[in-house]
Structure formats: structure tokens, C-alpha cells
């Protein structure tokens, strides 16, 4: 049975969520209703999930000489995920994203920490990771310059680079024309491009040379065919619960179901990514291989 190879470059954050019944005001203290912690960052997340798909993965990135940093670098073996490209990193926190859940609303500090600490030579040093692997997967919560130095050995290696241009930055030109596609919502895609953000889809695309997979919530994904233009592929109508890491779960599937070509890489994405949503948490409902193929039969 063929399984694919993944390499993920990313981040690895532990999600530190608190519930209140609202949020407090500036220099109030509040008590609040309750706290859990979850293991996150997109890098870590699309790891996971690609693991759970079955694939074969391995993840760059880094974490801090701490409690989090262990216990996430434990989490993620556990899901499968091989962590030897993982750096600790002493004198650095691991990252970590305080969250507070109130008024269903949500607040949100991100706290890079080790994630920012990654260097170039971290990437060049996983070379031989990113030359055996089938498909390279990054996004924006780690250096730009480590997300371009991931891209040019992918294109080095004749790899397809996936980049999910999340949270969305302008996007060098180099970096565009080494990736082999982009993953980003409209909003992302017209930040990536440093277009207006009410560009026509078919403006966006174009001015992405096509390599472009935008997805857009429950109703799925659109994506460019040489011979048909612009195509979408419908959302999965299921009963969402929570959406958190269903853009996380689309790009792991995209990158496991790539060989597929790209009409069935999406298709798989937005129905991996549809299940993701039917539980809560970001990792929760992300599907196994079997429960993909079930629910896609
Ligand atoms: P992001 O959170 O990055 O903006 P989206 O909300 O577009 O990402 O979700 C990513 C993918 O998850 C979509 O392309 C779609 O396939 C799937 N998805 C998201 N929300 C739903 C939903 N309510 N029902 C079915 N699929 C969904």
C-alpha cells in the first residue's frame, strides 16, 4: 500500500483556552467558568492530521526547554507524528495561544515564542527530510525566511510545496513562484497578493498564476482546472459543531490525497475537512483514512 510522505514545516503551540461567562474590563479581575489546554499551531495541527489520515510525517519546528514544549513533543509521537526535526529550544518559551472563550465570542493573544526562533540553517539542515518526502507543507506562523527556505529545497527536490498563507502576510514574489500551490481563504488570498480585498475570485486566481486552492467555509473549495477554468467543489452538508481546524485538516488531506491529482485532492480535502467540523476541538473530529473513505463511499 502506498503511503505518502509529509513533510510539515511549521508551528507548534500549546492553546490555552479559558471560559467566562463575559470578558472582563481593562484592570478587572474576573473569575472564570473554565480552563482546558490543547495541543495547536497550525504546523503541529496539519501534522496531526495528516498522521491521522495515515500518512507517513515529519515535522520542523521548534518548542522551549519547558513543560509545554514536552508535553507537546510527547502529543505529537503519540499521534505518530516524528519530531527528531523538532529543535528545543532553552531561554524561549514554548509558543502558546491564550484564548478566552466568552459571550460566544472569542479573544485571542498568540505568544510565538520558540516558533520565532527557528532559523534558515534549522531548515537547510533538514534537507535530506524535505528531498525524501512527497509533499511539503507550510504556512505562516514560523519565519517567512524559513517558509522560503523550506519552498526553494522543496523546488529543489522537484517536491510540490503546499503553502497556507495563514495568518495571511503580503507574499514575496519568489516565494509565490516556488510554491506549488496556496491554500487561503478569499480574505487571505487577496492579503497573500496585496490585491483589494473585494477582488473577483477569477482576478485573484489569476494573478496567482492558478495555483490556487481557496477554500470558503460550508460551501467547500474552488480550485483552477486547465481545461474547465474555475471549478468549486461543494461543501459536505454535515451538522458543524465547531470549525475550528477545518482549514488545518483541508490542507493535511490536500497534501496526503495530492497524487490523486487536484479535482480528488480537493474533493477528499473538503470532506476530511467537513467531518473535522462534526466534533469539537481542533483536532477532535479530524478523520482517519477509514473514516474518510466511509463517509466519501
Ligand atoms: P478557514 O477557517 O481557514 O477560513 P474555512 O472556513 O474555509 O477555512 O474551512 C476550510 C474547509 O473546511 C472548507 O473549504 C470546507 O471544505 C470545510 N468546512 C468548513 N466549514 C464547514 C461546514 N460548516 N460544513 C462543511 N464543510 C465545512
Known amino acids: ?161 503546499i503553502l497556507n498563507p495563514a495568518p495571511a502576510q503580503r507574499l514575496p514574489e519568489s516565494l509565490l513562484a516556488a510554491s506549488s500551490l496556496l491554500t487561503p481563504n478569499a480574505h487571505e488570498l487577496a492579503i497573500s497578493l496585496g490585491l483589494p480585498e473585494h477582488t473577483a475570485a477569477h482576478d485573484l486566481f489569476a494573478a496567482a498564476n492558478h495555483r490556487v486552492v481557496m477554500t470558503c467555509g460550508a460551501d467547500g473549495a474552488l480550485y483552477y482546472d486547465p481545461q474547465a477554468g474555475l471549478c468549486q467543489q461543494p461543501g459536505f452538508a454535515v451538522q458543524a459543531v465547531d470549525s475550528t481546524g477545518a482549514g488545518d485538516t483541508f490542507n493535511a488531506a490536500l497534501a496526503v490525497y495530492w497524487p490523486l491529482g487536484l479535482p480528488q485532492a480537493v474533493r477528499h480535502a473538503c470532506a476530511a475537512a467537513a467531518l473535522s467540523v462534526t466534533r469539537m476541538g481542533a483536532q477532535g473530529g479530524m478523520p482517519s483514512a477509514a473514516a474518510l473513505a466511509a463517509f466519501l463511499a
Do not use: W
Open 1 to 161: 500500500m502506498y503511503t505518502p510522505k509529509i513533510a510539515v514545516i511549521g508551528s507548534i503551540n500549546m492553546d490555552l483556552v479559558t471560559t467566562a461567562p463575559r470578558f472582563p474590563a481593562v484592570g478587572e479581575t474576573l473569575l472564570g467558568s473554565g480552563f482546558a489546554q490543547f495541543m495547536g499551531g497550525k504546523g503541529a495541527n496539519q501534522a496531526v492530521a495528516a498522521a491521522r489520515l495515515g500518512a507517513e510525517v515529519a515535522l520542523v519546528g521548534a518548542v522551549g526547554d519547558d513543560a509545554f514544549g514536552r508535553e507537546l513533543l510527547a502529543g505529537l509521537q503519540e499521534q505518530g507524528v516524528d519530531t527528531a526535526a523538532v529543535k528545543t529550544l532553552a531561554n524561549t518559551p514554548t509558543g502558546m495561544a491564550n484564548i478566552t472563550v466568552a459571550e460566544a465570542d472569542n479573544h485571542i493573544i498568540v505568544v510565538s515564542g520558540a516558533n520565532f526562533g527557528l532559523t534558515v540553517a534549522d531548515i537547510e539542515a533538514q534537507e535530506a527530510l524535505i528531498a525524501a518526502a512527497d509533499v511539503v507543507l507550510s504556512q505562516l506562523e514560523i519565519p517567512l525566511p524559513c517558509v522560503e527556505a523550506a519552498a526553494a529545497l522543496a523546488q529543489k527536490h522537484g517536491k510540490p510545496f
